[in-house]
Structures are given as structure tokens and as C-alpha cells.
T-cell receptor, first 115, second 113 residues
Framework: SAVISQKPSRDICQRGTSLTIQCQVDSQVTMMFWYRQQPGQSLTLIATANQGSEATYESGFVIDKFPISRPNLTFSTLTVSNMSPEDSSIYLC????????????FGPGTRLTVL | SQKIEQNSEALNIQEGKTATLTCNYTNYSPAYLQWYRQDPGRGPVFLLLIRENEKEKRKERLKVTFDTTLKQSLFHITASQPADSATYLCALWTTDSWGKLQFGAGTQVVVTP
């Protein structure tokens, strides 16, 4: 199994500012995923981050709004830029299990509130 | 459009009974269907995976069925305990979405003593 930590665990931010969320994994992984979970909603994939290449964004998400870094095989950051109250959500990072696609491991999430 | 539907109403159940959750999907051809547990303030935790060619999978008190004709999975918690109280998410993985899981919104289960 993979152990994933995220920082910060929660934050309250002002409209128009940016927040960078960090994700640290205790093992080297090729793919890392960033999800958003709005209250009462399902998890929505924002992007897939591979080390050494640009992140791949899902429909409805753009790099200018959610820039992602993946400097090595154990770490990634997601920035939520120019925030609005609609960005209030839980942001989760995730990695695949060692067996491949049989399961995903998730971090504890970052609860973001934008005022 | 593609949809994954889980009952949005919380399932209230007495300890010792069997909880049964439903996951219905449309316009997907999943290779795998997975179930996750999510507790408040935490990320989802993987429970079970069932492949498209499997009808049933068990793990301890958990049982999952998968009917690709009905496009439905049932998730059963037998001999339920208050510690089973959580939100349960189903997720689909398709061969045209390598590494990408599509999640349902989840069903909350509340087990009372």
C-alpha cells in the first residue's frame, strides 16, 4: 500500500488569491492524480501528473487555473489560482497501487473554503 | 451521456442486519468496478474490485455482485456494525480511460446499535 500525505489539511482563503496544495507519497510512483470533491458530489478527476511531462487535464479543467508540478516520483503540487467561492471543495491526490489498476490510494484531502 | 448513479438517500440500518447498496451506470463498458469507503474528513479507501467477467466477489463481511447486462453492481455488508457507518463509493474503470476512475457520488450508511 501507499501512504499519502497532503498539506495543508484545510485552509480558508480570500477570493482572487491562490493556494498550493502539496502531495507526498512514501514510494516512487509514475502517475499521480488530482481530484476535486464538492460537497455531496462525486470525486471529479482534475488531471493526471506524470513525472517529467506536462500534466494531462480533464475536460473543464485548464492549466492556467490548476497548474500542477511533478518534480520527482514522490511529490506533486496542485495550485488553485485566482480563487472564487466556487472553488470551495476538497482536493485529493491519489496514486495507483503497486498491482497497477486494481486499486487507488488517496491522500486525506485538503478542505478549501474560499470567501 | 455517461452516468454513475448511487442512492443519494442515507441508508439507516440496525446492527446485525445486511446493508445493500446499489450502483447503476449508463453508457460505460467498465473493465473493472470498484467499491471504496470514505469516512468524514478522509480520502476514500479501496475495499473491493470486481472484473467484468466476474459475477460475485467476497471479502470478509463484504460481498459485491456485478451484472453487466443490467449495468448494475450491488454491495452488501453482512452482520453490519456501527463501525461500518461511512459513505460508500462505486467507481468504474474502462479500458479507454487508463488509470482514470469514474466515481459515483456515494451512499451514506448509518448503522445503529
Amino acid at each position: 500500500s501507499a501512504v499519502i500525505s497532503q498539506k495543508p489539511s484545510r485552509d480558508i482563503c480570500q477570493r482572487g488569491t491562490s493556494l498550493t496544495i502539496q502531495c507526498q507519497v512514501d514510494s516512487q510512483v509514475t502517475m499521480m492524480f488530482w481530484y476535486r470533491q464538492q460537497p455531496g458530489q462525486s470525486l471529479t478527476l482534475i488531471a493526471t501528473a506524470n513525472q517529467g511531462s506536462e500534466a494531462t487535464y480533464e475536460s473543464g479543467f485548464v492549466i492556467d487555473k490548476f497548474p500542477i508540478s511533478r518534480p520527482n516520483l514522490t511529490f506533486s503540487t496542485l495550485t488553485v489560482s485566482n480563487m472564487s467561492p466556487e472553488d470551495s471543495s476538497i482536493y485529493l491526490c491519489s496514486v495507483l497501487g503497486l498491482a497497477g489498476y486494481n486499486e487507488q490510494f488517496f491522500g486525506p484531502g485538503t478542505r478549501l473554503t474560499v470567501l | 451521456s455517461q452516468k454513475i448513479e448511487q442512492n443519494s438517500e442515507a441508508l439507516n440500518i440496525q446492527e446485525g442486519k445486511t446493508a445493500t447498496l446499489t450502483c447503476n451506470y449508463t453508457n460505460y463498458s467498465p473493465a473493472y468496478l470498484q467499491w471504496y469507503r470514505q469516512d468524514p474528513g478522509r480520502g476514500p479507501v479501496f475495499l473491493l474490485l470486481i472484473r467484468e467477467n466476474e459475477k460475485e466477489k467476497r471479502k470478509e463481511r463484504l460481498k459485491v455482485t456485478f451484472d453487466t447486462t443490467l449495468k448494475q453492481s450491488l454491495f452488501h455488508i453482512t452482520a453490519s456494525q456501527p463501525a461500518d457507518s461511512a459513505t460508500y463509493l462505486c467507481a468504474l474503470w474502462t479500458t479507454d480511460s487508463w488509470g482514470k476512475l469514474q466515481f459515483g457520488a456515494g451512499t451514506q450508511v448509518v448503522v445503529t446499535p
